[in-house]
C-alpha cells in the first residue's frame, strides 16, 4: 500500500531556530505539493514541483521558507529562522501529472514554535 | 481569482440528522470541484469529485453552476462521519488545487 510519508511527525522548537521537513512521495509520482493547515487559514498551497522543477511558490513567504527536491524521492521544506506565527501542521502530497488525476496526502508534520 | 468559501467553521448534527456542508466557490472557468475529509488523527484523503457523480459513505455533492456551489450532502448522519471536511476546486487539467477553510463537522449520539 503506497503512501506519501512525512519525517518527522511532531516537532517543537524555539523561534530562531531551523526547521526541515521531510517528505517521501509515492514511487512514481511526478509532482509533488507543500501545503500549511492552521485554524485560521485552513489549507494554504505553499508551493509545488513537477519533475522536481518547482512550478509555483507563490504561497510561500521568500525569506524564510525553501523548498527543494534534490532528488525524485525526496522533498523538504525549510524554515530559517523558524518564527511562533509559522506554527501549523504542514502536509506534502504527491501525484501524477494530467488532469484528472488525484493528489495523495502524507500523514503531516505538526510544527511547534515557541 | 479562484477563491473556494466554506461558511461554517464548525457544524454539528444528531445521529440520524440529515447534514449539508456548504461550499462556494469563484471561478471564471470550468472548475473541477472535490470535497476530501479528514478524520481524526488520520490524513486527508479525497472523498467525492463532482464529475465522477458518485455516493461515497451515502455522501452526495452535485456541482450547481448557477449558483457557483458545491455542498456536500447526507440523508442520515452517522457518528462515524465526524471529521474535518475541505472543499477544493482546480482548474481542469491542472494540478494546483485551492482549498475552503474546512467545516468540521460533529455527529451527536
Known amino acids: 500500500d503506497a503512501r506519501v510519508t512525512q519525517t518527522p511527525r511532531d516537532k517543537v522548537t524555539e523561534m530562531g531556530q531551523e526547521v526541515t521537513m521531510r517528505c517521501q512521495p509515492i514511487l512514481g509520482h511526478n509532482t509533488v505539493f507543500w501545503y500549511r493547515q492552521t485554524m485560521m487559514q485552513g489549507l494554504e498551497l505553499l508551493a509545488y514541483?513537477?519533475?522536481?522543477?518547482?512550478?509555483?511558490d507563490s504561497g510561500m513567504p521568500k525569506d524564510r521558507f525553501s523548498a527543494e527536491m534534490p532528488d525524485a524521492t525526496l522533498a523538504t521544506l525549510k524554515i530559517q529562522p523558524s518564527e511562533p506565527r509559522d506554527s501549523a501542521v504542514y502536509f506534502c502530497a504527491s501525484g501524477l501529472s494530467g488532469g484528472g488525476n488525484e493528489q495523495f496526502f502524507g500523514p503531516g508534520t505538526r510544527l511547534t514554535v515557541l | 481569482a479562484q477563491r473556494v468559501t466554506q461558511p461554517e467553521k464548525l457544524l454539528s448534527v444528531f445521529k440520524g440528522a440529515p447534514v449539508e456542508l456548504k461550499c462556494n466557490y469563484s471561478y471564471s472557468g470550468s472548475p473541477e470541484l472535490f470535497w476530501y475529509v479528514q478524520y481524526s488523527r488520520q490524513r486527508l484523503q479525497l472523498l467525492l469529485r463532482h464529475i465522477s457523480r458518485e455516493s461515497i459513505k451515502g455522501f452526495t455533492a452535485d456541482l450547481n453552476k448557477g449558483e457557483t456551489s458545491f455542498h456536500l450532502k447526507k440523508p442520515f448522519a452517522q457518528e462515524e462521519d465526524s471529521a474535518m471536511y475541505y472543499c477544493a476546486l482546480r482548474n481542469q487539467g491542472a494540478q494546483k488545487l485551492v482549498f475552503g477553510q474546512g467545516t468540521r463537522l460533529t455527529i451527536n449520539p
Open positions: 514541483f513537477r519533475n522536481r522543477a518547482p512550478l509555483d
